[in-house]
């Protein structure tokens, strides 16, 4: 079921939103990020020991590698793609969940077939 997180369409270079949603059900949280202009969405898991990125802190993105990274033990991840480039998880990848804009607000969608990750 999609999941509307207003105004996310609003985020700067680098800021990010967290939201909840239910998969498999089960309770889960994401995120939508802008990086590269685009946004993107993704389960706020890191696939090493299954942890939040952000421990908390909402915060994701290194303006200065570029990457998404994990607060635990760095790993970082391209934003397009969610691949780990770097870091214990290295060659593995975030779970990436649909996203398209509505106006200011983002929708998310987790199901299979939902819109494709990233955009304008
Ligand atoms: S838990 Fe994320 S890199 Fe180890």
Redesign the pocket.
């Known amino acids: 079921m999609p999941v509307r997180v207003p105004k996310a369409a609003r985020l700067g270079e680098g800021e990010a939103r967290t939201f909840a949603y239910v998969e498999a059900g089960e309770l889960r949280e994401g995120f939508v990020l802008r990086a590269g202009g685009r946004l993107v969405a993704y389960r706020n898991r ?6 939040d ?1 952000d421990m908390g802190t909402g915060a994701f993105f290194s303006a200065k590698l570029g990457r998404i990274y ?1 607060h ?4 970082t991840f391209e934003p397009a793609t969610g691949r780990c480039d770097a ?3 290295l060659g593995q990848a975030l779970e990436p969940l649909g996203v398209r804009v509505e106006g200011e607000d983002a929708v998310v969608s987790a199901s299979p077939g939902g819109v494709r990750n990233g955009c304008a």
């Open positions: 890191c696939p090493h020991l299954g942890v990125l994990c635990t033990h760095g790993a870091g214990p998880c």
